[in-house]
């Protein structure tokens, strides 16, 4: 018979108690790894990299956004697109209108 006050066994309240601290567990341990000067450099050099390429497909020009080239809405990435709707993209000069398909729902 459970006292007033104790918990069941396997009840919500230890379900949260275990997250809570398998949570705090992973989190030490991104810390660590984040905190170790090999992994952090590793960490740079991949994201530099990725911007470099960023920079390189954009440079490029004439290669259209994934959105518009798998012909799904640009918003939601989802739906197929009913309709094209134009958006103003910034450029050096000013503003550029440019349209993007929408699906008209998201």
């Known amino acids: 018979m459970l006292q007033k006050g104790e918990a069941q066994a396997g009840s919500s309240s230890d379900v949260a108690?275990?997250?809570?601290?398998q949570w705090a567990t992973r989190g030490a341990y991104q810390r660590r790894w984040r905190a170790n000067p090999e992994n952090r450099a590793g960490e740079r050099k991949k994201l530099s990299r990725a911007?470099?390429?960023k920079r390189f497909r954009e440079s490029l020009g004439d290669v259209l956004p994934a959105a518009q080239r798998v012909g799904r809405c640009a918003f939601c990435r989802h739906r197929t697109p009913k309709f094209r709707v134009q958006r103003l993209k910034?450029?050096?000069t000013g503003f550029e209108a440019m349209e993007l398909?929408?699906?008209?729902e998201c």
Do not use: A, K, S, V
Not at 17 to 21: F, H, L, T, W
Not at 101 to 104: L, T
């Open 17 to 21: 108690m275990e997250r809570e601290g």
């Open 51 to 53: 911007r470099g390429m």
């Open 90 to 92: 910034p450029t050096e």
């Open 101 to 104: 398909p929408y699906c008209g």
